[in-house]
């Protein structure tokens, strides 16, 4: 059984059908790549697995257990935690403040909310930040402080949308060896990218979405060498990268 599964999630919105029939699955332990073009619906796909849009058909089963529909406390109460595109971390609390307002949702006493903030801070690299105001940080420390706010939760199952976007490459090192840490920590990783110099390395596998529907589904190299994946979106990015 798959840790993670998704049966015929169908979004719409109007006549719009954002996610159409997309059927996959996630092994608990692999770092798993959601790529596509602007508008494939990356973004629908987690709202709707994460709780926040309900599905308008299809079904989403985590651990054997059926959660389609859940509200997104319940989706993350049982252990499965996003970051958003925009980032949304609360601007006029500390950084520490942030993580453990994550953290409350397993640790209710103070004392213990604190502590594991402050260890998911050193997690992240942000231990020397937890007394500043989080509307002064950079753009790389917002995402990663929401990245910490979502690993204050204890998820089994991470949700990351963009976490490198607007990052430079000295961030996005550092954003790598923080994935891949977590890896190592028995964390199972979705994440929506569209830095392929990152993602090729670091996915076990890629899924690609584009109009809402799944193109392609396997290992990164042969993703890369994909010409219905080329056509519909890494033939522009490569172009953009060269
Ligand atoms: N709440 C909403 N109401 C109406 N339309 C929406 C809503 N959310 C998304 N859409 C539409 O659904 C489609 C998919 O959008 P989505 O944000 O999921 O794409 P994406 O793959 O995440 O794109 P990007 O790479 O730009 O982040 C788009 O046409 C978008 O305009
Ligand atoms: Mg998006």
């Not at 392609?216 to 060269?242: F, Q, T, W």
Request: hydrophobic share 45%; net charge positive; charged share 25%.
């Amino acid at each position: 059984m798959a840790l993670f599964e998704v049966n015929g999630l169908t979004k719409t919105f109007g006549g719009l059908a954002a996610n159409r029939d997309i059927t996959m699955h996630v092994e608990a332990g692999e770092i798993l790549g959601l790529i596509g073009p602007n508008g494939a619906g990356k973004t629908t796909f987690f709202n709707c697995v994460t709780g926040f849009y309900p599905p308008t058909a299809g079904s989403i089963r985590f651990q054997g257990r059926d959660i389609t529909g859940w509200p997104p406390e319940r989706v993350c109460q049982v252990g499965i935690a996003r970051t958003f595109q925009i980032v949304r971390v609360l601007k006029d609390l500390t950084v520490l403040e942030n993580v453990m307002i994550g953290a409350f949702l397993r640790h209710p006493r103070v004392p213990d909310a604190r502590r594991k903030a402050l260890d998911v801070l050193a997690l992240t690299r942000l231990a020397d930040r937890q007394g500043q105001i989080a509307r002064n940080l950079t753009i790389a420390g917002k995402k990663r402080l929401e990245l910490a706010r979502a690993l204050a939760t204890e998820p089994t199952l991470l949700f990351l949308d963009e976490a490198m976007a607007g990052l430079n490459p000295s961030e996005i090192h550092a954003a790598v060896s923080i994935v891949r840490r977590l890896r190592e920590e028995g964390i199972t990783i979705v994440m929506v990218e569209h830095v392929m110099k990152v993602v090729m390395p670091l996915a076990d596998r890629i899924v690609v979405l584009d109009s809402g529907q799944i193109i392609a589904d396997d290992v990164p190299e042969k993703i890369a060498a994909n010409e219905r994946v080329i056509e519909a979106y890494l033939g522009e990015r490569y172009r953009a990268a060269h």
